[in-house]
Every structure is written in structure tokens, then in C-alpha cells.
T-cell receptor
Framework: EAGVTQFPSHSVIEKGQTVTLRCDPI?????LYWYRRVMGKEIKFLLH????????ESGMPNNRFLAERTGGTYSTLKVQPAELEDSGVYFC???????????FGEGSRLTVL | DQQVKQNSPSLSVQEGRISILNCDYT??????FLWYKKYPAEGPTFLIS?????DKNEDGRFTVFLNKSAKHLSLHIVPSQPGDSAVYFC????????????FGSGTKLNVKP
């Protein structure tokens, strides 16, 4: 069974540009999460989908970030326009139910110059 | 404000000895705790968990201890092996809410052969 996959693994963009990160959760997992780790600090919650619905987006930093999960399958996280402080590793995770265990992808490293 | 803290950024231990990783939290509503292990260029993987009704949970070489009054938990690895070298993250969630996990900043464990 395939795990959580994320694309791209690394993206380097200039300030003001747009980047879209993609996450494919484990098949059958209704819950999908986005987290971010900045500069070796803690891993911070961004938002949580249940199927295609946003359950909790309290961790989204500002309106430059837009997450979608059309059809309840894969999800995208768009940053527009990107700022220097957006640099970090964006992790996607999924879980089948509220089991308390998250399955993480390898992360997408974003570098904003 | 960071609600889960791992105050030791790194720890070095000799193979065969015990590794003790510590985690403190501030939110008294947290009642479910997990440890994740992360290798370079990989996503975090679940290691072990404990709910607040217990003070100890053991799984092979890994044991997690919870001290609710002190708002402190620790992960013991005995005996430590070189393959245990990784970054370990402590995470917590509030009562009945697995939607949102709060992570610490991680402790990098180096087990020397």
C-alpha cells in the first residue's frame, strides 16, 4: 500500500511568486492534515480536512495560503504571493479516522529567496 | 506560544545504554501524547503513544512515562542502537480531539557505536 506522497520534494522560488504543493493521502483516509516546520522549530498545525471539508483551518498563517481538497482525494496547498518567512518544510499527513495516529509524507521543502 | 516543549535539542548516547528524551507541556487539557521519530529527508513516523489514564506504556525497547501533575513525559529507549539515531518529536492533543496535534521542536538523538 502506498504511503502519503507529496510533490514537489523541494521547491525554490523568489519572493512574490506562487507555489502549489500537492499531497496524495493514503487511499481510504478521510482525514488529511497539513503541518509546517520552520527553521528547525516545532512542527505546527496548519489545517485539517475531513473528506473535502475544512474541519479546522485555525493554523493557517494568513490569507496568502489556500488549501483545497477537491473530491476528498488529493489536496493542494497554494502560497501566493510567497514571502521569505514561508520557507520551511510542509508536511502532509492522513489518518483513516480520529485514531490519534497520523501517517506523514516525506514533506515538501519550500525555499523562498 | 509553544505548548509542547523539548528543551534538549540534541542527545548523544553510547550504544547499549539508555536514552531518555524529555518533553514538557503547558496545556492541562492535553490528554493524549505521542512520540514520533524522523530520519533525514523522511516524514515523521509514529513510535508510541500514551493516554492520560495511564502513567506508562511500553512497546519493546521503547517506554513512555507520563507525569500529569508535572506536565512532563519522557521516552526511554533501552538498549539504544545506532539505528535509533534520529530526531524525536513529542506531540499532544486535547481531550477527545485528535484533529489537531501540538508538536515540540524535536530532540536529535545520536547513538554512538
Amino acid at each position: 500500500e502506498a504511503g502519503v506522497t507529496q510533490f514537489p520534494s523541494h521547491s525554490v522560488i523568489e519572493k512574490g511568486q506562487t507555489v502549489t504543493l500537492r499531497c496524495d493521502p493514503i487511499s481510504g483516509h478521510d482525514n488529511l492534515y497539513w503541518y509546517r516546520r520552520v527553521m528547525g522549530k516545532e512542527i505546527k498545525f496548519l489545517l485539517h480536512f475531513v473528506k473535502e471539508s475544512k474541519q479546522d483551518e485555525s493554523g493557517m498563517p494568513n490569507n496568502r495560503f489556500l488549501a483545497e481538497r477537491t473530491g476528498g482525494t488529493y489536496s493542494t496547498l497554494k502560497v501566493q504571493p510567497a514571502e521569505l518567512e514561508d520557507s520551511g518544510v510542509y508536511f502532509c499527513a492522513s489518518s483513516p479516522t480520529n485514531t490519534g495516529e497520523l501517517f506523514f509524507g516525506e514533506g515538501s521543502r519550500l525555499t523562498v529567496l | 506560544d509553544q505548548q509542547v516543549k523539548q528543551n534538549s535539542p540534541s542527545l548523544s548516547v553510547q550504544e547499549g545504554r539508555i536514552s531518555i528524551l524529555n518533553c514538557d507541556y503547558t496545556n492541562s487539557m492535553f490528554d493524549y501524547f505521542l512520540w514520533y521519530k524522523k530520519y533525514p529527508a523522511e516524514g515523521p513516523t509514529f513510535l508510541i503513544s500514551i493516554s492520560s489514564i495511564k502513567d506508562k506504556n511500553e512497546d519493546g525497547r521503547f517506554t513512555v512515562f507520563l507525569n500529569k501533575s508535572a506536565k512532563h513525559l519522557s521516552l526511554h529507549i533501552v538498549p539504544s542502537q545506532p539505528g535509533d539515531s534520529a530526531v524525536y518529536f513529542c506531540a499532544a492533543s486535547e481531550i477527545g480531539n485528535f484533529n489537531k496535534f501540538y508538536f515540540g521542536s524535536g530532540t536529535k538523538l545520536n547513538v554512538k557505536p
